[in-house]
């Protein structure tokens, strides 16, 4: 789970938002079926490399219970749009490490683990070589690592999920490797989307709400403890650091309430959306592979996602 402690953001500490925080009658990407609802929203601060919000939908059958993990995991494989890296960190269940939004196989593609850097990072408390008794662990990987993160990597890519499974995990060494900030992008790769991981130089803070809030509220608990209701709505939020901090701790950014910022994402299968309520426009929308739309008349040459109605294509623009 996340940071058991914040220095500035209690639990309780609410931020304002807008009288609707999402309006679930603008989701086009749906994800399962079932008469319950949820909304995902993913966006970093404004001093980061997209300010975006971008949001997807969740639905699951009545009287059966889902987690925020279920959600995030079920929605980025229902997606081509999210990536998500995921390690389990103790008994509370599993810590969200990076998160990357565009063409998902693509970013995949450029996702590396650098064990060059996480051995010289100064930060990190597991050893990769011998185990570290003082923090529990048991285990060490060694010179495998590299082909271990490699080959997570890989599967969250030909499986489809687009769920990197950290593999130096706390059950299989006793102790999980936070070196989340290790976890680095190719430049070639921001062609496709943006990728952020980070622990000790930065924070994915986790944000929820219930159907009637009018406020995020800051979650005292990991996504894997989380329980969805009806009408709920999760966020995860990144927040640069000025330099690395002892234990990653740090203060959070909270969502963007600013609906400018919104971006309601096209989604690869759209399951059940038109059993959505919405108001359905006949003329085409054009979107960029991360999700941006973009107007009719100033398109330039390239690969567009183009949605009409309840129906959502590529098309290549010359």
């Not at 130089?201 to 005292?220: L, N, P, Q, V």
């Amino acid at each position: 789970m996340k940071r058991i402690l914040l220095t500035l953001l209690p639990a309780a500490f609410a931020i304002a938002a807008q009288a609707q925080l999402i309006d679930f009658d603008k989701i086009q990407s749906w994800t399962g079926t079932g008469e319950n609802r949820a909304a995902l929203l993913i966006t970093n601060d404004a001093g980061a490399s997209d300010p975006k919000a971008y949001i997807w939908g969740y639905r699951w059958p009545a009287g059966e219970t889902r987690t925020g993990d279920d959600m995030f995991k079920a929605i980025c494989a229902n997606n081509n749009n999210l990536i998500l890296l995921t390690q389990i960190t103790g008994q509370y269940g599993s810590t969200v490490c990076g998160i990357g939004v565009g063409n998902a196989d693509k970013l995949l593609e450029h996702v590396h683990f650098n064990f060059e850097k996480a051995l010289d990072f100064e930060f990190i408390n597991f050893d990769y070589y011998s185990s570290n008794s003082f923090f529990g662990q048991k285990d060490a990987p060694g010179d495998d690592t590299p082909r271990l993160c490699q080959e997570a990597i890989d599967h969250a890519r030909t499986s489809g999920s687009h769920v990197i499974q950290h593999p130096i995990d706390h059950p299989t060494y006793g102790y999980p490797a936070y070196d989340y900030d290790c976890w680095d992008f190719d430049d070639d790769g921001w062609d496709h989307g943006w990728w952020t991981s980070a622990w000790y130089c930065g924070y994915w803070s986790y944000w929820t709400a219930r159907s009637t809030d009018k406020e995020w509220m800051y979650s005292g608990s990991g996504f894997t403890g989380r329980v969805l209701s009806d009408g709920c709505m999760d966020a995860w939020s990144y927040t640069m650091f000025d330099e690395p901090k002892v234990g990653g701790m740090g203060e959070g950014t909270p969502p963007t309430s600013n609906q400018e910022l919104f971006v309601y994402c096209p989604g690869r299968t759209t399951t059940s959306v038109n059993d959505i309520p919405t108001e359905q426009d006949t003329a085409e929308e054009y979107y960029t592979l991360t999700g941006l739309r973009v107007d009719a008349s100033s398109l330039t040459p390239g690969i567009y996602i183009v949605r009409k109605g309840g129906t959502t294509i590529k098309k290549a623009i010359r």
